[in-house]
């Protein structure tokens, strides 16, 4: 046996939920190794070139505030910026940027291997380490073992990987990598149950074959904002372009969409919705006559031009025929035609709240093996995965987000705690408390775990909690400040923002109007005009979720109750009486650790969650 | 039967055993009394009460011997196995007809607790088979107004209620409001893919939601007709016989009747069923100048009763002068009755009127039939069978004042005003909730449903 080494944990992959993972845990102090297949292809975007989004960009904002890599990354490796959803209230704002891939992968790859205590190792890793039922450590393909008290898995689509592209179908974990056959059938014979999910990405096009005047050109954001609070300013390097497919391309599919592999019966595994390939598009929506298409270079040095809107795995030649007919198009090289990925995942039920396997000691999931999509659900679950395997080797209180006080916490409770068919992306919509989850207040709600963490530094905390300081401080003196319609103040108010008013009323209440001239307002009112833009807005912006802000408060208040009663973990549902079969099926299919997590159970009634809690307050007596 | 008191359900119903025993039918003496008992255990009870019984040979019934738990005989009875989940409760079930005396009734219930059942709590079993998905909110509310509905149109709203009518009602109303989220909701996510907000779109769906929401409000007024009687005011000017004909409908002596006129100062309520309906029916002082103070007050809650009522019955006798009928009812149906027809000479009838005469007893089957018409027309106004009642009429009062006050132009705030919306409506079919809520609905209900 060849001995690795011995370390705190072992990271297997270093994609975006690999980096964060062992990053964070290499800063929190321990010994971490993260192996992967190529050094090369550290922090890689296989698929999009672009970072943040709307819930995605949410996402991002919490683990730059809790210390995480990958907002400070994309800020370095970025070349648009633009914040969408702008024209509505800070709840919804989604920073995104699009980034340049070589860069991005360049920058992670020398943060990692400056880190002190982190061990990067290339290799294969082909099964686990296990003792008495608990993994404690990977085996590699050339033999090297490296023995750990927690290892994460964060492989992406490599389990059991299938690559589509018409009627050719090999294996593949990405394009041009070889998949991971051995270590699937290592979790299943731990008891894992996997599953079978699908994924595609669009073909990339050689920049200078566009017709770049039938294209539109879509500029960043005037003025770019980074993502994180590390970087202080970025800037705008490129412009994107849009263009729409016709309607031949409508028939063009139609005409060969046997010969997809998702309509042929070739791919099994379930596909996100959101994310439809342009067949799917054309199948699902007939009455759609055009499809928006985003041309997005995927970096500075390169000629790679990524086809946003044309996922598809359909065969090469009727990929070039659909490309052919979109305008800005006709005359684009092909670099690599699109494709779709057959993968193994992990269904997430099977870990806790910590990402842990519930069964499996000393072993973690995290990013696409879980089940979800994109580069920021990943980093997000690597981020909490790594973090949670220090905390619980120094045998510290775990770090469990609530989703009522963060998108991780949304991510982590819709995953653990409910069933899934296709991908998981995160939207805005899947948080009940939307107007309190701003990427807006991101910083305020979790900068503090980050510093208890060690990953944020204090004084960085401190120049954060000036702003949302002064932030509150701007909305109270708004809100208390009262305005008599006499003439004096009309005309002062008019001058101010445009706006009349013939009641008594708060500069707040006036603010909440639609008809208010907020530019104006910005500059004239002297509790405005302190602020900077974005504060600016932002405190307009919550001035107008008044009320249903206080409705989430109390709504949240009753949850956190509920989060106080903990569930025994040797609870038997089956032996409760009065619950109905289908809850007791979901009671012990997800475990709930609370009370909180058990009312959120799909199929869990009033009645059911009141059993529950009157079986709880006697105590457990029976046992 | 007893009814039960809210407070302490909920714990009485989690805390207890699990299989439960009831009388299902009225208290006092009958021919036969129905016994249930549901609960994972109820092989094992029947298995010790009524050791011959086969639980496999379910939904039929058995001539049996009940036993105590000393093993003396009970009674010969009828039993019933049900199988879950084909049974009210959704549980194993098991339904026995014992000889209505108390001793066996009681006996038999004592013999299924020696063997480990619990002594049901008030609505218990319906309230299982809300937990088992046999009955949403909204028909497990119905159930109790079945029970103890007393008119045809009582038993049909009840009955249409527990088919899941309005249920349905209900979750169309839910689809429309989450197509208006999933709308929204689409525009605030999807907003890189270049979808637009349709404002249009989503106002149109708001007022789709807001016309199902008034439709579903029109009924109150039904419901509350149907289940608390439909008011009939009889005004009229003193001495017109409003008492005479009041007696007349009620067919008993229930107001005092005499020549002097101002003998009723109160208002005198009856119940009666005309066209399936609860009336209540009600006498009042006579409508006129007076100066003695207990007859004001009458008329001032004449005036009252007419004011609340759904229908009025006008009365005007034939010897007065016609030019002088009081407007007391100018937003109710309203009976135009000319009374003491007898007197009426060679007066022609006048049109709009009926005519009757208590002495004579002509026109009085004639002015039974116009009432039956009108309070026909009064509960089914809306020709269908859907009444809603109160909580419901509270629920989607909400659910309309979110959906007014929602804000487009800001599209994450208009969600949220949806989002309030919908959880109005799924309160009210009990997906969402709290115990408080569930317990005053079952509150209502006796031991044994």
Redesign the interface.
């Known amino acids: 046996m060849t001995v690795g080494g011995d370390f705190d944990l072992v990271v297997v992959g270093a994609g975006h939920a690999g980096c964060e993972a062992a990053g964070a845990a290499a800063r929190m102090g321990a010994r971490v190794a993260v192996v992967t297949l190529h050094k090369r292809t550290i922090a890689q975007m296989p698929c999009n070139p672009a970072m943040g ?3 995605k960009g949410h996402l991002l904002a919490e683990v730059d505030a809790l210390g995480g890599f990958q907002g400070w990354a994309a800020d370095r490796a970025g070349i648009q910026f633009k914040t ?2 702008v024209s ?2 800070p ?2 704002w ?1 920073p ?1 940027a699009q980034c340049d891939k070589a860069r991005y992968s360049e920058i992670m790859r020398r943060v990692l291997s400056g880190l002190p205590r982190l061990t990067i190792v290339e290799g294969e890793v082909i099964g686990l380490l296990s003792d008495d039922g608990a993994v404690v450590g990977v085996r590699l393909a050339d033999g090297r073992r490296f023995r750990a008290r927690s290892t994460i898995l964060t492989t992406g689509t490599f389990l059991g990987g299938v690559l589509h592209s018409g009627d050719e179908r090999r294996p593949g974990g990405r394009f041009g990598e070889r998949p991971s056959i051995g270590l699937g059938a290592e979790l299943v014979g731990l008891g894992l149950v996997l599953r079978r999910f699908k994924t595609g990405t669009p073909p990339r096009l050689k920049r200078s074959s566009l017709d770049f005047d039938r294209l539109e050109v879509q500029h960043g954001d005037r003025e770019p904002r980074p993502f994180s609070w590390r970087s202080s300013s970025v800037r705008n390097r490129i412009s994107c372009w849009l263009t729409r497919t016709p309607e031949r391309v409508q028939t063009i599919i139609e005409e060969n969409i046997h010969r997809s592999p998702l309509f042929s019966g070739a791919i099994e595994g379930v596909g996100p919705r ?1 994310c439809p390939s342009i067949e799917d598009k054309v199948v699902r929506f007939p009455h759609h006559r055009e499809h ?1 298409v985003f041309l997005e270079p995927e970096g500075l040095a390169t000629e790679s031009v990524y086809v946003n ?1 044309l996922s598809t795995s359909l065969p090469h030649d009727v990929q070039e025929a659909v490309v052919h007919a979109v305008p800005g198009l006709e005359a684009a090289e092909f670099l690599r035609h699109g494709y779709a990925v057959e993968y193994d995942m992990v269904a997430p039920g099977q870990v806790g709240m910590d990402l842990g396997c519930r069964d499996v000691p000393g072993l973690a999931l995290a990013g696409q093996v879980l089940g979800t999509s994109g580069y920021e659900e990943a980093a997000a679950l690597g981020f909490l995965a790594g973090a949670n395997a220090v905390l619980r080797g120094r045998g510290e209180d775990l770090f469990h987000p609530a989703r009522e006080d963060s998108y991780l916490g949304v991510l982590v409770d819709d995953l653990v705690n409910r069933d899934h068919v296709e991908p998981y992306r995160m ?3 899947r948080a009940e408390h ?2 309190l989850l701003g990427v807006d207040s991101a910083r305020e709600r979790l900068m503090g775990q980050g510093v208890r963490l060690g990953l944020v530094r204090p004084a960085a905390f401190h120049v954060e909690q000036n702003r949302w300081n002064a932030r509150s401080r701007a909305k109270a003196m708004l809100e208390g400040m009262n305005l008599n319609p006499d003439r004096a103040t009309r005309e002062a108010v008019v001058q101010a923002c445009g706006i009349e008013f013939t009641s008594p009323a708060t500069w707040a209440q006036l603010l909440r109007r ?1 008809d208010v001239d907020l530019d104006r307002a910005g500059r004239n009112i002297p509790e405005l005009s302190s602020l900077n833009d974005e504060d600016r807005r932002i405190v307009v912006g919550s001035l ?2 008044e009320g ?1 802000l206080d ?1 989430h408060r109390r709504e949240i208040e009753r949850v956190r109750r509920l989060r106080r009663v903990k569930l025994p973990g040797d609870l038997d549902p089956g032996a409760i ?6 809850v007791v099926e979901q009671l012990e299919r997800h475990r709930p650790v609370t009370l909180a997590d058990a009312e959120r159970l799909p199929g869990m ?7 529950l ?3 709880l307050a ?1 105590g457990g007596a029976d046992s | 039967m007893e009814m039960a008191s809210s407070s302490g359900l ?2 009485a ?6 299989t439960i025993v009831a009388r299902s039918s009225p208290a006092g003496r009958g021919g036969l009394a129905l016994i249930r008992v549901s ?2 255990e109820t092989r094992a009870l029947a298995a010790a009460v009524i050791p011959e019984l086969d639980m496999d040979r379910g939904w039929r019934a058995s001539l049996v011997e009940l036993r105590s738990s000393g093993g003396e005989r009970i009674d010969r009875a009828v039993a019933i196995p049900y199988r879950n ?1 084909r049974s009210y409760t ?1 549980e194993d079930m098991l339904e026995v007809m014992v000889h209505g005396s108390p001793w066996i009734i009681r006996a038999t219930i004592e013999a299924f607790v020696a063997a480990g059942a619990r002594r049901a709590g008030p609505g218990e079993f319906t ?2 088979a ?4 046999k009955l949403d909110l909204v028909q497990a509310e119905a159930v109790n107004e079945l029970i103890s509905a007393e008119t045809a149109w009582q038993a049909r709203v009840a009955r249409a209620q527990i088919d899941g009518r309005l249920s349905r009602e209900f979750a169309e109303l839910q689809a429309t409001l989450v197509d208006l989220l999933a709308e929204i ?1 689409g525009a ?7 979808i637009p907000f349709d404002v249009e779109s989503a106002e149109k769906r708001r007022r789709r939601a807001l016309n199902q929401i008034g439709a579903l409000l029109a009924t109150a007024s039904r419901g509350r007709r149907i289940r608390d009687g439909v008011r009939v005011v009889i005004v009229g000017p003193p001495n017109s016989g409003k008492s005479t004909l009041f007696n007349l409908l009620v067919g008993q002596e229930r107001a005092i009747v005499s020549p002097h006129p101002g003998t009723t100062r109160d208002v005198v309520e009856a119940e009666l069923e005309v066209a399936g309906v609860r009336l209540i029916l009600k006498d009042t002082a006579g409508l006129g100048a007076t100066s003695d103070p207990v007859e004001r007050e009458g008329v001032r809650r004449a005036m009252g009763a007419a004011a609340d009522a759904d229908a009025v019955l006008l009365l005007w006798p034939a010897d007065g002068a016609r030019d002088a009928v009081p407007a007391a009812a100018e937003n109710q149906p309203t009976l135009r009755v000319r009374s003491k027809w007898d007197l009426a000479g060679a007066e022609e009838v006048p049109p709009g009127w009926t005519v009757v005469s208590c002495r004579t007893g002509e026109g009085v089957g004639g002015l039974r039939d116009a009432l039956s018409r009108m309070v026909e027309a009064e509960v089914a106004d809306l020709g269908g069978e859907i009444a809603i009642a109160e909580r419901h009429r509270r629920g989607l009062e909400v659910a309309a004042a979110e959906l007014e006050g929602a804000d487009f ?5 208009g ?3 949806v989002r ?1 919306a919908l959880e109005a409506v799924r309160e009210l079919t ?6 408080d ?2 317990d005053r609905i079952f509150s209502e209900f006796c031991i044994g449903k």
């Not at chain 1, 009634?605 to 059993?611: G, H, L, N, S």
């Not at chain 2, 132009?409 to 705030?413: F, H, K, M, Q, W």
């Not at chain 2, 009990?430 to 115990?435: A, I």
């Open positions: 989004g709307i819930g969408l959803n509505r209230g709840a919804v989604g995104r959101y928006t809107g939207f805005t919509s939307r107007l639609q107008r979720y249903y409705r009486p009065g619950l109905s079969r289908e009634t009033p009645a059911a969650t009141a059993i809690a009157g079986r006697r | 909920s714990s119903l989690v805390g207890g055993a699990d609960g994972r989940p959704g309230r299982r809300v937990a088992n998905g909701e605030l996510d999807f907003a890189q893919h270049d132009a800001l599209p994450e705030v969600a949220e005003a309030g009990g997906e969402v909730g709290t115990e809520l569930l």
